[in-house]
T-cell receptor, first 116, second 113 residues
Framework: SAVISQKPSRDICQRGTSLTIQCQVD?????MFWYRQQPGQSLTLIAT?????????ESGFVIDKFPISRPNLTFSTLTVSNMSPEDSSIYLC?????????????FGPGTRLTVL | GNSVTQMEGPVTLSEEAFLTINCTYT??????LFWYVQYPGEGLQLLLK?????DKGSNKGFEATYRKETTSFHLEKGSVQVSDSAVYFC????????????FGQGTRLTINP
């Protein structure tokens, strides 16, 4: 399985600011995904990020609030814009396979965000 | 649409007890099924998976069997340890079309010594 790192691991931010979260993988992967885990809740998919194309957002998530970049096959960023306390969550990236389709996703350690 | 339902937690057991966490799913076609585990303060780790009916996934003493007739994928372990304390998520994915993991609500497990 791929080794996935995220930066920062945690942050405390002020309302109205933005935070960019980085996800780095140790091998080239086709698909990368961003999830949100609100306190005490399950995971919800924010968007799917494929290299060379715009991210595909799930219902309830918009590009202006969660812009995503995918400049190459090993890296992606998620920005949480104009933050409010409701954005306090763990944000996790996950990756699909190095090539082709597969059913298994592997997750990074997550970024724990607190918005004051 | 696709959905996953897990037994409600939290679940508290004594060390060496038998564990079952129920998981049922709703999906068209033939999804792949997963159990992920989240230890305190960490991200998600894949625990086990099964890709077709009657497959049994196993890892670290945990087992789950893909039961299409009952649309279930219950997680079991014969003798739990304190180190098994974590949140367990059942999930499904359909490889055809959007590769979207659908998670259950999670079950918090606490094992007391």
């Amino acid at each position: 399985s791929a080794v996935i790192s995220q930066k920062p691991s945690r942050d405390i931010c002020q309302r109205g600011t933005s935070l960019t979260i980085q996800c780095q993988v140790d091998s080239q992967v086709t698909m990368m995904f961003w999830y949100r885990q609100q306190p005490g809740q399950s995971l919800t998919l924010i968007a799917t990020a494929n290299q060379g194309s715009e991210a595909t957002y799930e219902s309830g998530f918009v590009i202006d609030k969660f812009p995503i970049s995918r400049p190459n096959l090993t890296f992606s960023t998620l920005t949480v814009s104009n933050m409010s306390p409701e954005d306090s969550s763990i944000y996790l990236c996950s990756v699909g396979p190095t090539q082709g389709l597969t059913d298994t996703q592997y997750f990074g350690p997550g970024t724990r965000l607190t918005v004051l | 649409g696709n959905s996953v339902t897990q037994m409600e937690g939290p679940v508290t057991l004594s060390e060496e007890a038998f564990l079952t966490i129920n998981c049922t799913y709703t999906a068209t076609g033939y999804p792949s099924l997963f159990w992920y585990v989240q230890y305190p303060g960490e991200g998600l780790q894949l625990l086990l998976k099964a890709t077709k009916a009657d497959d049994k996934g196993s890892n670290k003493g945990f087992e789950a069997t893909y039961r299409k007739e009952t649309t279930s994928f219950h997680l079991e372990k014969g003798s739990v340890q304190v180190s098994d304390s974590a949140v367990y998520f059942c999930a499904l994915i359909k490889i055809q079309g959007a590769q979207k993991l659908v998670f259950g609500q999670g079950t918090r497990l606490t094992i007391n010594p």
